[in-house]
């Protein structure tokens, strides 16, 4: 098989996985070719719209492993090659000089045993660093079930490992995955996040753990895998129905844990720290749970990134459903919801609740908090915090970030506000300007179901060609 | 325009396009506003001239320009003037005649003139500069060199903004030991790295090898290996993308269709018909 015969074959086995950031890193050039870019670059997008940085490939995609989602699962009649490691070391190094690409992620279909498989990785990526001196950015997957000793090399060679969590709960791994437990997963990751100088954390409870069974889990007790996952533990012992006038949870949301780590994007080992993924739509847990889920490993392992992978189905394997295409809204809404953890300090308790466990296709997170909570507004530009500013429908960080900036020199106008970059058709019900607003909001404020509708985005229906009702 | 109560049109400094030239305008701005006055409007002299306004062009001179630049990053600051050459990268209308003013304050009060954003210079002079380091970005990452049979490498680019002096040190930490032109087609400037040595910005420049070889019905001077790493990359391309998700207005949103000329993915014939 030629060259770009094999490249079609293992990048098409390799395209699942979301991971594409190549932040986080700085690392320098040593004489050798190549760096890292601290804030990372995009060096194309493909006919999907999702960013192309790296060489994203599988060594082989022959894999000792049946998991049900995965189109390269040892039942699925596909064509199977591999890579000679010298093979892909030049072609990382020849696309790297054309600036095609900003590195590689490197990944491989599981070849004998983990640690076997772990061992060809380690030496394509210290062929490149040692033989090449290439400094561009290597992200690794750390094979599930792979030994300490071995993760800890390759976390030596490469700026992000990443460990694939796919189902978000134990059920779900046992029935759609049983090559994987939980252990083989969070191992690992307690591993990387200790190589990255992180000491993974428990918990506080949050309210948000679902008290109601998990939705659409038939007879069967949800067994999460929390429990597996010492730093939530508590979580999982300690179920609290959120009730009518419920505390938020009193811990630290996401943004302001992040605020307060130390991150050195020059270290030597593991500059860009560890990311995962979870498939969406293969198995029956909620938004609520993915996301608790994904707060959990924010704050609990020093997780970079979770990346939220909609469903393609892969051919009938019938444990997973048959849908009959990616479930585009919901990974778009869940995407959204991430982002308030990261950048707006919201927490997963207040994005959702266990009545209310599932985002609204029709409207983003963000604009449904602040029509469940209308008394909050609206909110004085002049005088808000930059917290209370980011909770307004239509003001980003930059915006924000631009109004507090501005009004030390300045008294804010809403036209002003126009010109800072704030969306006034979203803003304008939410804020004020010292008491000016620019629309009588009075009129829609104590009308939520009015208000909705201005606000809806029209998501939902911009990617409904490929939305499709669950079939379980 | 405004009345100068002597029933004189208001002078307009002119320069040439270059940031030197501009430089030795605001000079002329700063001399005005230490003098009392009100300083004059700069714009380019390419530029559409005003009904009533008095065209003066300012004489570009290198070494009055260092010494202001200078004098300046002292005054305001390296990242706030930084800024201001952001600005004026950005090729923006207006950008220059915001950044000029900017410059006046940012000589009488300071980097905290920067903040000021509800008046419209600044507030153009923030924009600007967020143009040209977006589009640097986006460029850094589309820049597609060629390897050619030299062993020298070649790439073409058609930005908006004037991005070449934003992007020079990124490529010369990131390859230092080549020889290598970047090319902004629009402009005709390339920046120019030879091996071991700093970038330098060539104002005029032509590559015009591959439109020779065309004419000529020969192979363009690339190497041995450029046609099947081409080859490789656009089977790359094309098979990560999913099929099932595909979104071309998604895909145009991130990645303009004015860039796709330069980049060999997007030009590559489809698998079996070459």
Redesign the interface.
């Given at each position: 098989m030629d060259?770009?015969?094999k490249?079609?074959?293992l990048?098409?086995a390799?395209?699942?996985d979301a991971s594409c950031s190549t932040s986080g890193s700085a690392r320098?050039?040593k004489g050798g070719?190549?760096?890292a870019?601290v804030?990372g670059?995009?060096?194309?997008?493909?006919?999907?719209?999702?960013?192309?940085?790296l060489?994203?490939?599988l060594l082989s995609n022959a894999c000792a492993y049946d998991c049900a989602y995965c189109v390269n699962r040892r039942s699925n009649d596909v064509p199977r090659t591999g890579f000679e490691p010298e093979e892909l070391v030049r072609?990382v190094m020849?696309?790297y000089?054309?600036?095609?690409i900003?590195g590689a992620l490197l990944s491989s279909g599981v070849i004998g045993c983990p640690d076997a498989t772990m061992e060809r990785l380690i030496a394509v990526a210290k062929t490149l660093r040692v033989r090449e001196r290439f400094n561009g950015y290597l992200h690794l997957k750390a094979i599930p079930g792979a030994s300490e000793r071995l993760v800890l090399e390759a976390a030596r060679w490469a700026d992000r490992l990443s460990v694939n969590i796919e189902l978000p709960s134990a059920a779900s791994l046992r029935a759609v995955a049983s090559d994987k437990t939980p252990a083989a997963i969070f191992g690992p990751m307690r591993v990387l996040a200790r190589a990255g100088g992180f000491e993974p954390r428990r918990l506080p409870a949050t309210s948000a753990q679902p008290a109601v069974p998990l939705q659409d889990s038939p007879a069967e007790t949800p067994v999460s895998f929390h429990s597996q996952l010492p730093a939530v533990s508590h979580a999982v012992r300690d179920i609290r129905p959120m009730e009518g006038g419920a505390d938020l949870p009193a811990r630290a949301s996401v943004m302001d844990a992040r605020a307060l780590r130390r991150r050195d994007p020059g270290a030597a080992v593991l500059p860009a720290g560890q990311t995962t993924q979870m498939v969406v739509g293969a198995s029956p847990e909620s938004d609520l749970h993915i996301l608790t889920l994904a707060e959990n490993l924010y704050l609990a392992y020093d997780v970079r990134r979770v990346y939220y992978s909609?469903f393609?189905p892969t051919g009938g394997d019938s444990r997973v459903p048959a849908l009959a295409?990616?479930p585009?809204v919901r990974e778009h809404r869940l995407y959204q919801a991430d982002w308030l953890f990261r950048f707006y300090g919201y927490s997963a308790a207040e994005v959702l609740d266990p009545l209310h466990p599932n985002l609204d296709p029709s409207i983003d997170p963000k604009a449904a908090w602040a029509l469940r909570h209308l008394e909050r507004f609206p909110v004085d530009a002049n005088t808000a915090d930059y917290r209370e500013l980011l909770r307004v429908p239509g003001i980003g960080p930059r915006s924000a970030s631009?109004i507090v900036?501005?009004r030390?020199?300045?008294r804010?106008s809403p036209s002003?506000l126009k010109?800072?970059g704030v969306v006034m058709k979203r803003a304008r019900w939410f804020v004020s300007c010292s008491g000016t607003m620019a629309v009588d909001a009075g009129r829609v404020l104590d009308r939520p179901d009015a208000l909705a509708s201005l606000l809806r985005d029209g998501a939902d229906t911009l990617l409904e060609p490929?939305q499709l009702e669950f079939a379980f | 325009m405004s009345d100068t109560g002597r029933g004189q049109p208001d002078a307009v400094l002119l320069h040439d396009g270059s940031f030197s030239c501009f430089l030795c305008a605001v000079a002329e701005c700063l001399n005005a506003a230490m003098a009392g006055g009100r300083p004059p409007a700069v714009r380019s002299a390419g530029g559409p001239a005003g009904l009533f306004e008095n065209p003066v062009p300012v004489a570009r001179d290198d070494a009055r320009a260092a010494v202001l630049w200078k004098r300046l990053c002292s005054r305001a600051g390296d990242a706030s003037m930084r800024l201001v050459f952001e600005a004026f990268c950005s090729d923006r209308p207006g950008a220059d005649s915001s950044a000029a003013v900017a410059v006046c304050r940012l000589w009488r009060e300071g980097p905290r003139a920067l903040s000021d954003l509800a008046a419209a210079d600044m507030l153009e002079l923030e924009k600007a500069s967020a143009r040209s380091r977006a589009e640097a970005h986006l460029i850094s990452g589309l820049v597609r060199f060629s390897e050619l049979a030299d062993g020298s490498w070649y790439a073409s680019v058609r930005p908006s903004c004037d991005v070449l002096p934003l992007i020079g040190d990124h490529f010369s930490a990131r390859f230092p030991d080549a020889l290598w032109a970047i090319h902004d087609l629009g402009r005709g400037s390339a920046l120019v790295h030879e091996a071991g040595a700093p970038w330098v910005l060539a104002r005029s420049f032509s590559f015009t090898a591959e439109e020779e070889a065309q004419a000529s019905g020969g192979v363009p001077p690339y190497s041995a290996a450029e046609r099947e790493l081409r080859h490789a990359w656009s089977r790359y391309f094309d098979a990560v993308a999913i099929q099932e998700r595909s979104n071309p207005r998604l895909q145009a949103g991130h990645m303009p269709k004015r860039y796709w000329a330069d980049l060999p993915e997007m030009n590559d014939a489809p698998e079996g018909s070459q």
């Open positions: 060259l770009a015969g490249i079609s074959i990048a098409d390799a395209k699942y320098s050039n070719v190549g760096n870019a804030g670059i995009c060096h194309a997008w493909s006919a999907d719209g999702r960013c192309v940085a060489l994203k490939v072609l020849d696309f000089r054309r600036n095609y900003e909609a393609v295409g990616p585009l631009r900036r501005a030390r020199l300045a804010l002003a010109g800072l490929l | -």
